[in-house]
């Protein structure tokens, strides 16, 4: 039998696993600054500093405001405010306003993402076989809503469940995201449950800690791979390799 047969459910990762951003991070901020008639701001400071505020942001208000009831949109708004403070352009509210929702829109859209070409069939490829298909991901509502959609990866056709930190008030690594998936799924087993993701610490080792099984994708051939490798974990470069995996008589969790 191959080891599609023992499962019913496969869970997956979406950034990394299923898209990719396209382009710089400061690639949007300077069309931004542009729209308003301002230059381009520095992109490595750009890149710096929104990296600082983000983590900030993800420690005091995680899940995206959601203990905190912050909404989306304010949640976003603070983190790119800071973003340019400390990357040096602090901005009059007028002008950092129209800066600001020209950004939200165009990440609030499909512009800055790319899909893989093997995303789509292969979870469809997986519907097809009888599988119940999820996303776990440490998203907000607009990866579900309107991102994935505009992407081709639309909820009933490419996927029948979505367990997003914004929504949940937890995120990747707390296997508590994994156990939501496993009731979403239909109270399955976990031992039933393949979980596909490209990050040791968020997606392999919660999933395999309640149980279920998981695999990783190496699709930009990071050197960590050598160390999962190491680790015991099988590691994949996409998902064409994926189902070929899945589907071979000689292939072992």
């Known amino acids: 039998m191959s080891l599609l047969g023992k499962l019913r459910c496969v869970t997956v990762d979406v950034t990394g696993t299923l898209m990719a ?6 690639d949007y901020y ?10 381009c701001p520095d992109y490595k400071r750009m890149h710096e500093a929104f990296k600082f505020a983000y983590k900030d942001m993800a420690t005091k208000y995680p899940c995206f405001g959601f203990d905190a009831k912050m909404p989306n949109i304010v949640w976003w708004k ?14 009059d509210e007028e ?21 893989f070409p093997d995303s789509q069939p292969f979870l469809r490829w997986l519907r097809g076989k009888g599988l119940k298909v999820g996303i776990v991901s440490n998203a907000e509502y607009r990866y579900k809503d309107v991102i994935l959609p505009a992407l081709g990866i639309n909820e009933g056709s490419e996927w029948d469940f979505g367990v997003f930190s914004g929504f949940e008030g937890i995120e990747k690594p707390n296997p508590k995201l994994f156990e939501i998936a496993l009731e979403r799924a239909g109270n399955v087993k976990p031992e039933e449950v393949l979980h596909i993701g490209d990050s040791m610490r968020k997606d392999y080792e919660p999933a395999k800690s309640i149980g279920m099984h998981a695999i990783l994708l190496d699709r930009f051939k990071t050197p960590d791979a050598v160390e999962w490798r190491k680790s015991g974990a099988v590691v994949l470069p ?7 995996w899945l589907s071979s008589e000689n292939s072992t969790f």
């Open 238 to 244: 996409d998902l064409v390799a994926t189902q070929e």
């Open 21 to 26: 951003y396209k382009g710089e991070l400061g």
């Open 30 to 39: 300077c069309m931004a600054a542009k729209s308003v008639g301002l230059p």
């Open 78 to 91: 603070t983190c790119v405010r800071d973003s340019f403070v400390r990357a040096g352009y602090d901005y």
């Open 95 to 115: 002008t950092f306003e129209k800066i600001f929702r020209r950004i939200y829109s165009s990440f609030g859209s499909s512009a800055p993402y790319i899909i």
